[in-house]
């Protein structure tokens, strides 16, 4: 597909010619741009579904893994083992955006909740889940 031949690209091109580790991350930023802009427009003209709508449904869980990876990124500076350290990172990366999408009832969180809902038999698990949606007043 197109993105992949964008990636391949820009990947070799800061290997082999630019020979840097950031320029290899530059690339992809690059490559990603160009692949969103054209999901974008495909979206538009195929769905009727406009950048606006897009960046409404996108940025709040944006910005809540932004604020995630930024309190993440300041426990590397705990003095600890540099294992146990990823380890906290990871569960408290977790937990901290598992229990925001819950107090925020983000869309996605509520989403996965009700499907999840859905599938499982179990009475408890089930009665567990609705207890995690609010339900929202009119």
Same mark, same amino acid.
């Given at each position: 597909? $197109?993105? $992949?031949? %964008?990636?391949?690209?820009? %990947?070799?091109?800061?290997?082999? =010619?630019?020979?840097?580790?950031?320029? #290899? *991350?530059?690339?992809?930023? #690059?490559?990603?741009?160009?692949?969103?802009?054209?999901?974008?427009?495909?979206?538009?003209?195929?769905?009727?579904?406009?950048?606006?709508?897009?960046?409404?449904?996108?940025?709040?869980? =944006?910005?809540? *893994?932004g604020i995630m990876g930024i309190l993440t990124y300041f426990l590397?500076?705990?003095?600890?083992?540099?294992?146990?350290?990823?380890? %906290?990172?990871? %569960?408290?990366?977790?937990?901290?955006? =598992?229990? *925001?999408?819950?107090?925020?009832?983000?869309?996605?969180?509520?989403?996965?909740? $009700?499907?999840?809902?859905?599938? #499982?038999?179990?009475?408890?698990?089930?009665? #567990?889940?609705?207890?995690? =949606?609010?339900?929202?007043?009119?």
């Open positions: 597909t $197109t993105t $992949t031949i %964008l990636s391949l690209a820009a %990947l070799f091109y800061a290997v082999f =010619v630019l020979e840097s580790v950031i320029w #290899i *991350a530059y690339g992809r930023l #690059i490559a990603e741009g160009i692949n969103l802009s054209m999901f974008c427009y495909n979206s538009k003209k195929l769905l009727g579904y406009k950048f606006k709508e897009q960046l409404q449904d996108v940025i709040p869980n =944006v910005l809540l *893994a590397k500076f705990l003095p600890m083992n540099y294992l146990l350290i990823l380890v %906290l990172q990871v %569960l408290f990366g977790v937990a901290f955006y =598992v229990l *925001a999408s819950w107090l925020l009832q983000a869309e996605s969180f509520v989403f996965l909740v $009700t499907s999840l809902g859905e599938h #499982i038999s179990s009475p408890k698990v089930h009665r #567990i889940l609705q207890k995690l =949606v609010r339900e929202k007043s009119a």
